[in-house]
C-alpha cells in the first residue's frame, strides 16, 4: 500500500510538471481579458542602430495601450547579457497610445560585436481595468 | 474458509474439539488470518507428534499442506498488487498524451505552443502553400476587397483573405503598420467585432496570442492548419503560409469563424 501510495505520489507530480506552461523565453502569463496579441522584434542596422518595434492589439477600445517599458540588452555569447538602457512610457511618449491597436518602436546605439534583444513590458488599460504581458523581442 | 485437499490430514491429526476451536476463531473475525490458522495447525500438529510418530505419508501431506497453506497466503496478498500495473500504464499514457498536447503538428510541418494564457506559433512549414494558377479573389464586400489590395500591396499575392463575412460590419480601421510590415483591419457590427491580420512571421520573436485556459485546436482546410482557440469571448484563428502570420478573430460564435475561414478558400465557379 505504501508503495502503491508513493507511486500514485510520483506520476502526480509527473503529470503536474508535464502540464506546466510551455512558452518560448522570456514570456510571461499574464493578460487575456485586454490584450489580443502582442508582436515584436528588433533589427540592426549597419551602422548598429538597434530599433525595437513592437504593436498591440487590445480586446476592445483601450485608454491605454502600449509599452511601459523597454529594457534593452546585449550579449557578446547570447548566454549572458547586460543591461544597456531602459525606456520609460513617462519619459518617451511616443511608446504609448490608445484604440483598438497601437505599434510604435525605439532606437539605441549599439556598437558592433554585441547581439541585442530587448524586454517588454505591454500595457492595456480601459475602464474594466488594467493587464500585462511581457515578451523579448529578438 | 479456503481448503486444500491435504489439509485434510490436519483436520484429522487434530481433536474435533480442537479443530472447531481454530476454525470458529479465524472465521468469526471479519479478516481471516489464514497465516494465524497455518500456525495454530501447525503448533496442533507439533502437539500430536509429540504424543505418535507420524506415518511417512501422514509426514508428506503435512508438508504439502503447509506448502498449500503458503500458497493461499502469497495468492491472497498478490492481487493488492496487480492492479498496479494497469495503473502505472494508465498514469504513464495520461503523462505521455499530456506532453503531446502541449505541441501539435498540423499539415505542413507547422506548430502550435502555448500555455494556459498564450499562443504562438512555432517553426514554419516545410513546403510553401503555392497560390492556385487560376487563384481570382471575388467577393461582394468592398471592405474585404479592400483589405485584400493591401495585401497585394505588401506581400504579393496571396491566398489569405477571406471572401465572405456576416452582414452588417463595417470598415472601421484599415492600415499597414509600416514598423512591423503588417496589414491589418477591424470591421465593427454594434459592439461585435472581427478583426484581420497578416503580419510576416518571425521564428525568433514570433507573435503572442492571449487565449484563456482551453487546448487550442485544429481546423484544416485545403491543406492549411488553422488553430483555433478563444481568448475573452472572442474566437480567434491563426496560421501561417507562406511566411505570412494571419489572423482572424471574431465575437460571433466558432461557426461563424469556420465560415470565414472556409470563404478563403472557396472555388468561385
Known amino acids: 500500500m505504501k508503495k502503491l501510495l508513493q507511486h500514485i505520489a510520483f506520476f502526480s507530480a509527473l503529470v503536474f510538471i508535464l502540464s506546466a506552461p510551455v512558452s518560448a523565453i522570456g514570456i510571461m502569463p499574464l493578460a487575456s481579458s485586454h490584450i489580443e496579441s502582442t508582436d515584436c522584434h528588433i533589427a540592426v542596422s549597419s551602422s548598429n542602430l538597434v530599433t525595437v518595434y513592437f504593436s498591440i492589439e487590445g480586446t476592445d477600445f483601450m485608454s491605454e495601450l502600449g509599452a511601459s517599458m523597454i529594457r534593452v540588452q546585449r550579449s557578446t555569447d547570447g548566454i549572458n547579457w547586460e543591461i544597456c538602457d531602459t525606456y520609460w512610457a513617462s519619459d518617451h511618449p511616443e511608446m504609448m497610445g490608445s484604440g483598438l491597436t497601437f505599434n510604435s518602436s525605439i532606437t539605441y546605439q549599439g556598437q558592433a560585436g554585441y547581439q541585442y534583444r530587448a524586454f517588454i513590458y505591454f500595457h492595456a488599460k480601459n475602464s474594466s481595468g488594467t493587464r500585462t504581458a511581457m515578451a523579448y523581442a529578438y | ?269
Open chain 2, 1 to 269: 474458509m479456503k481448503r486444500t485437499h491435504n489439509s485434510q490430514w490436519a483436520l484429522t491429526a487434530m481433536t474435533g474439539e480442537e479443530l472447531e476451536q481454530a476454525l470458529h476463531r479465524e472465521l468469526s473475525s471479519k479478516k481471516p488470518n489464514w497465516d494465524a490458522a497455518g500456525q495454530y495447525l501447525h503448533e496442533q500438529h507439533r502437539r500430536v507428534r509429540q504424543q505418535r510418530e507420524l506415518t511417512p505419508e501422514e509426514q508428506d501431506a503435512y508438508r504439502e499442506f503447509l506448502q498449500a497453506q503458503q500458497q493461499i497466503t502469497e495468492s491472497e496478498k498478490r492481487p493488492l498488487r496487480r492492479p498496479l500495473r494497469p495503473l502505472l500504464a494508465t498514469a504513464v499514457a495520461v503523462c505521455l498524451l499530456i506532453a503531446i498536447a502541449t505541441v501539435s503538428l498540423g499539415t505542413g510541418g507547422v506548430y502550435g505552443s502555448w500555455s494556459a494564457d498564450y499562443f504562438h506559433l512555432i517553426g514554419h512549414p516545410d513546403a510553401a502553400v503555392p497560390v492556385p494558377a487560376d487563384y481570382v479573389f471575388r467577393t461582394e464586400r468592398p471592405e474585404l476587397q479592400k483589405i485584400y489590395a493591401l495585401v497585394v500591396q505588401e506581400f504579393g499575392e496571396q491566398r489569405i483573405v477571406p471572401t465572405w463575412i456576416p452582414e452588417g460590419y463595417t470598415q472601421e480601421e484599415l492600415g499597414v503598420w509600416d514598423l512591423s510590415h503588417a496589414v491589418y483591419s477591424f470591421l465593427t457590427s454594434g459592439d461585435h467585432r472581427i478583426s484581420i491580420s497578416f503580419t510576416e512571421y518571425r521564428e525568433k520573436s514570433p507573435r503572442n496570442y492571449s487565449k484563456d485556459n482551453m487546448i487550442p485546436f485544429v481546423y484544416e482546410v485545403a491543406g492549411v492548419s488553422h488553430y483555433i482557440f478563444s481568448n475573452a469571448g472572442r474566437w480567434v484563428a491563426v496560421w501561417e503560409v507562406n511566411g505570412l502570420e494571419c489572423k482572424i478573430s471574431t465575437s460571433c460564435s466558432k461557426e461563424t469563424l469556420f465560415c470565414i475561414v472556409d470563404s478563403i478558400y472557396e472555388e468561385i465557379e
